[in-house]
């Protein structure tokens, strides 16, 4: 990975949405919800105060608005700090 956060930041690659559901009905692009967990990629070297928890590799759940959204590569990304994170799956 060529993207190194710094700090307490972390780089997450979403899941992907939804494409149908449990009971088999597509759902269209309009009404697919952002995803709210992903794949770390990469993480800082944390703070004095703040010990980074998360590595990669890890599956996380992230807040519905945490993050920035960045592409790289062709490829969709966020870059968070890791308070923004919840829980680690």
Not at 17 to 33: F, L, M, N, R, W
Not at 36 to 43: D, M, N, S
């Amino acid at each position: 990975m060529n993207i190194k956060p710094l700090a307490d930041r972390v780089l997450i690659k979403p899941a992907a949405a939804e494409e149908k559901t449990v009971g088999g009905i597509i759902i269209p692009d309009s009404a697919k919800e952002k995803p709210l967990k992903g794949e770390v990629k990469a993480v800082g070297h944390g703070t004095k105060d703040e010990e980074m928890v998360v590595k990669e590799g890890d599956t996380v759940l992230y807040g519905k608005y945490a993050g920035t959204e960045i592409e790289f590569e062709g490829e969709k990304y966020l870059i968070m700090r890791q308070s923004d994170i919840l829980a680690i799956i």
